[in-house]
Structure formats: C-alpha cells, structure tokens
C-alpha cells in the first residue's frame, strides 16, 4: 500500500549501498521466502535462525541439527523450511510450532536439498559421494527414490567389458548440485563433470543431459518465471541460460534445447565466484568472489557489469536475492554476520509540509481568478460539504490480495531464554543486538565481568558493583 | 493477577476495543487497569494490573492471544489474554548484558510489573528486560497499534513522537518525530506498510512503516486538532476525528477530504470511533458486496452516532449511551461496545430484520432506565437479548456495569 505514496520506483532496482548487518552465531547459509518477509539462516552450529526482515530481529530458532547448515529451502506457502546439514540429515520445520515437521537421515553429507515447488512433502537431495534422491515424505514412513547421474546406455547388453568399463566411469559421476523445474515435474541436475541433466520426477529417468561447462557445477538456480538458469562451476564462469517450459503437455525429450545466454567472468583478476543469485525478476545476476570482498552485480539483458557492491573487507559467502525487492542478503565467511545491501530513498521535505511541493527550477506563480475572493465562512463550508459528492468505497479490496496460504507466523517472546548462549547487548540509544559468547567484541564485557569480581570482596556482591 | 471480586472499573473508561476474534473486550481506565470481559456473555475475564497511573489505550495483538496497554505511567506493557500477565519474558538473565542494569532479584520481586524507580532510569535507552515495561517515552503514552502480523507496535505519546517497537524483543526499532502536538492517534493499514499518525496540531502524516519516513501529510485549512486517525477497512482512506465537531474521511493518495460527518459533538476531548461494516440482503449496485460500511463514533454528550459512509447522512443515534462524555466506539461485524466518562461499558449488537423487536430488549442498566428514545430504524439494542431470560442476564449486566 505504500507503492501508491512512494515514488520508489524510480530508484534503481539494484542494491547500493548496505543498509544493515544482523547477527546471530555464526552464518553460512542464507534463503528469504516467498514472500519475502522472513530471511532464514543457518549456522555453523547447526542452529536455523528465522528473521523478521521487518524489524529486523529475530522470529523463532529451530535447534536440530549439530552441524554446518548446507541448505534451506522454504515451502511456498511459507510454513514449512527444510533445513539439510553436513551431518548426513535432512529437517522439515513446521513454523507454526516450530517442531520438526520430518527428519530424514542420509548415508552421506548434504551438498544440497531442495523442495518441491509446490508440494511441501517431497524434496531432492543432493549428497556427498552418493547417487542424488527424491525423497516423498507424505506418509510417515519416508520414500527414497535414487535417482541417476548418468542416462542408461542402450547397447552394452553383449559386452561385458564395456559394461563393465562404463559402470566404473559413470561411478565417478557425482551430483552436485539438484533443483526443481519450475512446475515441480522435472528436476535438474549439475554434475561433477559439468553435465546438466534434466530428470523426469514422475519416472525418474534422465530425459536429456548436455555438457554445460568444464568445470564441477557448484550451484544451480532459476529465476523466479523459471525461464532462465543460473549456473555456477568451478572453471570461473557464471552462466545464463534459457530454459524451456518442460510442463508443456507437448514436449518431446528428443528436441529439448537449453541454449547458452551469457557467461559471466572477471577475465582481468580470474576470479572464482563462491555463490551466484538472480535478481527478483532475473534481470541481473549477482555473484560473490572468492578470496574478494566485493560482489559482482550484471546485468542480464547485455551482459554488463553494473555494479561491484564493497560492503566489510570480508569474503562473502552464500548470497541471496530479496524475492521483489531490491535487496541484496549475503553472509560474510570470518565472522558470519549476514549483511543486507539496500537501496534507501532521501526524505522528501515535501511529503512533511503539504502546502509545498518540489520543484526543479523557479517557477512563475499564475494566480487564479478567484484565489483570494473573500466570501464568508458558512459558504466555504457549505461549498465544501456540497463537494463531497463522491462515492466511496471503504471495503473494497481492488484486485484480490495472495493469502492464498494463509499462514502466520507466530509472535514469540520468549527468545531470549531459549538462546542461553547469547545477550542482548546494548550499542546505542534504541538499538540492540544479540551476541554470541565467541564473538571478538566480547572484551569489552568480558573487562566489565572482571570489574565485577573484583569488586566483589569489597562491595559485597558482583551485581550492585556493576550497577553504577 | 486476577480481581474478581470488584470487576468493574472505579473511574471513567478511556479505550475499549473488541478483540480481531470478536470474543473478547478489552477496556483501559484512568483507574490505571485494564480489563478484558468476554464479548458474548459481559461476564469480567481478568485484570490487568500494573500501570502505575491512568491507563489511556490499549490494543489487541492480530492473533486476540494478547495485549497492549498504554498509561500516563510512560510505559507501554505487553499482556497475555489468558494468564492476564506480563507476556514478555526476555529472560532473567538477559539483563546482564546491559551495562548498569538492575539485578535479576529486584526484577522478580517487581512481579506483578509494577514499576520501580531503577526502570524508569532506563526508560530513555527504549530497551527492557525481564517482565518489565516497554519504556522509552518521556511523556504519556497516548495511542498504541499492533500492525496485521502482530510484529511491531506502533506508539503515540505527548512527548510528540511515534516509536515502533519490534513486540519480540522488546526493543525500540524506529522513533519518529512525527508532530508538535501531543499524538492524538495511531493505526496501521491492512498490509502494514502504512502508519497514520494524528496530533492536536491538526496534521494527519502517513508513515512508511519499513524507512520511517514520512510520505504525506494531510491538514485541513482550518487547521482543526485531530484526535484519533482510523484506516478504512480497505486501506485506501483514513478517517479523521477533529475537534470542530466533524469526522473527516481523507483520501491520502490524494490529499482531499472525501467525507465529513457531521451530527455528534466533539470540542474539548478526546474521543474515538470506527468504521463498520454491516452484511445486507440487497447487493451493492456498484460493487456488488452484499455489505454495507458505516461510521460510528462517540459523543461528548453521551450519544453514540453513525453514519452512513457514502451519504453522510445519520443512520442511527444512540442517545444517553452513557452518562457523560462517550470516550470511544469499537465495532465488529454484529457487536458494538462503548464506554465513556460514567465507567460504564455498553454493549449492542444488531438485530437483523425479521427478529421480534421486543422494547425491553434495548433496556442496558437500570441507571439508564427511562432514556431509550432511540430511533425507529435502530440496528442495533443493548444485547440482552434471545432464549434466557431477560431478568437473569440483566443482572449479569448489571454486576458488569454497576461496579
């Protein structure tokens, strides 16, 4: 409702500069959700903390995991977050009590898990030195299907050593990397050979696969329409590319195309690039750099560089894309803060005093024919009244507004204690943030706790010594 | 803390307001409690004790689990429905990482939230701890809003600023120096990117809840004082409550006055009022709802008028609702509830067409006997009404209202 006052969309729809830095544990892993009001965090610790991007605090934490957080993964309605982490295990949140929903345990660590976009019970999961799996999780006890990294080969029934030579050869092709297709029907994967293989999620057979780049894909992505795909290796290239609809009921596997758009490179530095992202609409792609501080911020439509964000002299880690904003979320690797890169519009004076309005340059006054015509007040007021012959409409909506889920995240207040590890700590007048015990500022109260024992002798009682 | 042998209150009632669920009321007094009485029955639910000094408004989380109230104390205090008690619990320890904080022990002790001498120190830093108040003001708090998902609180106070709290923490995010009057009244927008902000200095601002800045301000050429600001149900218009007599409907987009009703007497107070909105048998022709809003508002001689929204025109007076000024008006869906000057609060609801429309049936309290000259066309009556009898609920009204 604010778009109707703001002149916001004049502001360029990159991020700028940032705007915040927020702060619980340890970061690796950062995802918004759909609608873009909760930021999920995982921390080295294998805590999942939820954030309010509203106030900028956090929500709910969801403790499960012991180990590095590797993926998050929100459902579309925004109730449900799957949470894989390093220890071989995979966690469905329910939000709304903030138990878990399922955990499902693997054979190895997880790359990577994802859920399907619109069926909160099935999820792929990409693992560590494993053959990927869907898992269905409607009925309690879960379903794994494995899915394949390599297509069947069709003539190896007679020969056995071939067969055997090709087993050994498709062993050594892992999956790194598992997305959904925007309509959920087809899942696609990056291998450790940079292939791209399309998996259909009903049979489960790879319907095409092609060599994308030369490198180990590291990360896949698609834009929010699903027409574009992000992809990121380890030969230093980011590329676009353009993605059929595979929901159309006519396609036929044989003629699918997955054309190359742009490849992205800092030829001059040959950079590496830790972790790309789309913009909301797939306009620009961002990426963070290997043993750099800075993120890389293209433009989709000529392929050009528009940006390099300089935020902390920190490596960047996982970088997110707010999902309609242009809002920037990305956690630094040293010190695990997520620092948020924003744009902000000035003040305008005009919008505090209504009698005066903007202007480029001087302008002439014209003074209206009746402007200062004296008349006496009843007769303003009856004008006035007399003028307010419109209809109104106080209930009407306009267009219908998406609550098609309905869901609400409750209003916690006792974060506090269940967050024994940390302390509100005090910065300046109104503002607050949570520590953690390992965090380096911690000198400073760490100076005041010895204060306070050594007052203790004398002052009887470490607490009032610390009062003053 | 539970007081249920003297239920009602013992001075005049500034706020009432219905919960989101429509089952509970909740009312603020200058006796310095609040109470919450179910909607349906008037039976007293609990207390809520703890402000050290009148209490000025309240409001109901979006989930009606809990509550806001605001006094003359400074303080704003978070509560929860059931247990009527300090919902925050920031941890015991929490406070340890303040510099200068007062002990644990002190706080336990303050139990039941009354404030102490240490906390109003702190006051001024906008941050708390334990059970304690929301503090951070430095005059009375005036007006309180939850936005739609419940995250933040919006505050007015005389000290002339909006702050919005982050209500998980129970921190202080964002204060605005939005007026140089007292704030009169505060309310979100349906989506919650909107705060409108009013003040005895006659301006209305618009607030874009995410930067705090400022997007519009809308003032009348007289310049009346503004008293209390309400979003329309839609989000589209606020309305204005002006001392000079009249409610005024604004377009913010445009920066006009749609609407002014006229009909009720507001000069000297702060009085307070909603939209309703009432299900009809016969479709809107423009838009086809089978729905009707209208405005109702309080008086300062007693009355409770409404108006129709799109004619202007009176469709209903209450009169003598309460002895008194009428301080505010809550509507929802069928319920009305004011109260006013005399402690009272009265309860209405509509009485569809085709209901038997029994005379007793508007009777409130035997106070008000003899001063039920309400209209012809009146949608609404006192609630005693339907299977039981009408003595016994009586007499459960009148325990409410009497004490």
């Known amino acids: ?468 | 803390m539970r007081a249920s042998k003297f239920p009602g209150h013992t001075a005049a009632i500034s706020q009432v307001r219905i919960s989101p669920d429509g089952r509970w009321i909740a009312s603020a007094s200058a006796d310095g409690t609040a109470k919450i009485w179910d909607a349906s029955t008037g039976e007293h639910m609990d207390s809520l004790v703890g402000h050290m000094a009148g209490v000025s408004c309240i409001a109901w989380a979006p989930d009606s689990e809990g509550l806001a109230t605001g006094g003359d104390d400074k303080a704003i205090r978070l509560w929860d429905r059931v247990t009527a008690s300090p919902a925050h619990a920031v941890g015991e320890g929490a406070g340890r990482g303040e510099e200068g904080g007062y002990g644990s022990v002190r706080r336990v002790k303050a139990g039941g939230g009354f404030l102490q001498k240490g906390a109003v120190g702190k006051g001024a830093r906008g941050t708390r701890s334990g059970r304690g108040p929301l503090l951070g003001h430095h005059n009375y708090v005036y007006c309180l809003a939850f936005s739609p998902k419940g995250n933040i609180l919006a505050s007015g106070s005389y000290d002339e600023a909006v702050f919005l709290w982050d209500v998980r923490a129970g921190r202080l995010m964002r204060s605005l120096p939005a007026h140089s009057d007292p704030v009169s009244g505060i309310d979100f927008s349906r989506d919650g990117t909107l705060v409108a902000s009013c003040s005895t200095d006659g301006l209305i601002r618009i607030w874009d809840t995410s930067t705090g800045q400022c997007l519009r301000t809308l003032v009348h050429e007289d310049n009346p004082p503004v008293t209390n600001v309400c979003f329309s149900p839609n989000g589209r218009f606020v309305l204005a409550f002006n001392m000079d007599n009249c409610i005024r409907m604004w377009d913010y987009v445009a920066g006009s006055v749609k609407k002014t009703y006229q009909g009720h007497k507001n000069s000297g107070y702060s009085i307070g009022g909603s939209f309703g909105k009432l299900e009809t048998d016969d479709e809107d022709a423009v838009s086809g709802r089978r729905a009707e809003a209208f405005v109702a508002s309080a008086s300062e001689d007693g009355d409770i008028v409404m108006w129709d929204v799109k004619s202007k025109e009176i469709v209903q007076r209450i009169q003598h609702a309460h002895k008194g000024v009428c301080f505010w008006v809550d509507v929802h869906g069928d319920i009305l509830v004011s109260c006013g000057q005399d402690g009272f609060i009265n309860v209405f609801r509509h009485r569809r067409e085709g209901h038997d429309k029994v005379p007793n049936g508007i009777d409130g309290g035997v106070d008000h006997e003899g001063n039920h000259s309400m209209n012809a066309d009146e949608e609404l009556q006192r609630q005693i009404e339907g299977e039981t009898t009408p003595q016994v609920k009586r007499e459960e009204f009148e325990e409410e209202e009497q004490l």
Not at chain 1, 144 to 163: I, S, Y
Not at chain 1, 271 to 287: K, M, P, R
Not at chain 1, 448 to 459: L, Y
């Open chain 1, 1 to 468: 409702m604010n778009l109707l006052l703001s002149d916001d969309y004049l502001l360029q729809d990159y991020p700028e500069h940032i705007t915040n830095t927020i702060r619980s544990g340890h970061s690796t892993c950062v995802r918004f959700n759909r609608k873009g009001d909760y930021l999920a965090s995982g921390r080295v610790d294998g805590t999942v903390v939820i954030w309010d991007l509203e106030t900028m605090g956090v929500a709910r934490k969801l403790r499960g995991h012991s180990k590095n957080i590797s993926s998050l993964s929100w459902s579309r309605c925004g109730r449900y977050l799957l949470s894989a982490c390093q220890g071989w295990k995979a966690i469905l949140w329910d939000l709304q009590d903030g138990k878990r929903y399922r955990e499902v345990r693997f054979r190895a660590p997880v790359y990577g898990a994802e859920l399907h976009p619109w069926n909160p019970h099935e999820f792929v999961v990409a693992l560590f030195e494993e053959q990927p799996l869907l898992v269905d999780v409607t009925n309690p006890t879960d379903v794994r299907h494995v899915l394949p990294t390599v297509p069947k080969r069709t003539n190896t029934e007679n020969d056995v050593a071939l067969r055997e030579k090709q087993a050994k050869e498709d062993a050594r092709n892992m999956t790194t990397a598992i997305i959904y297709s925007a309509g959920g029907d087809h899942i696609l994967a990056g291998t450790n050979k940079g292939r791209l293989n399309i998996i259909d999620a009903k049979t489960r057979e790879i319907i095409y696969t092609e060599k994308i780049c030369s490198g180990i894909v590291t990360t896949l992505r698609l834009s929010e329409s699903g027409k574009e795909m992000l992809v990121n290796s380890q030969d230093r290239i980011i590329r676009t590319f353009h993605v059929p609809n595979l929901s159309a009921p006519d396609l036929d596997p044989d003629t699918i195309q997955i054309p190359l758009e742009h490849k992205f490179q800092d030829v001059v530095n040959r950079l590496s690039w830790n972790h790309v992202a789309f913009s909301s609409s797939g306009e620009y792609v961002a990426a963070s750099t290997y043993n750099n501080h800075e993120l890389y911020i293209w433009e989709r439509g000529h392929g050009s560089l528009v940006r390099m964000l300089e935020g902390p002299k920190e490596e960047q880690g996982v970088i997110e894309w707010h999902p309609h904003k242009a809002l920037l979320a990305a956690c630094g690797l040293e010190t695990g803060r997520i620092n948020i890169w924003s744009v902000t519009s000035p003040q305008k004076w005009s919008a505090l005093a209504p009698d005066f309005a903007e202007v480029e340059e001087n302008v002439e006054y014209i003074e209206k024919e009746d402007e200062f015509d004296i008349h006496p007040q009843e007769e303003i007021q009856k004008r006035r009244l007399d003028a307010e012959d419109e209809a109104v409409d106080v209930l009407g909506v306009g267009e219908p507004v998406d609550d098609t889920d309905g869901f609400r995240m409750p209003i916690l207040f006792n974060l506090g204690e269940s967050d024994s590890e940390e302390e509100f700590v005090n910065v300046s007048l109104g503002t607050l943030r949570r520590k953690s015990p390992g965090d380096q500022d911690d000198a400073e109260e760490a100076l005041a706790d010895e204060r306070a024992a050594t007052r203790k002798p004398a002052g009887g009682g470490g607490r009032r010594g610390r009062k003053k």
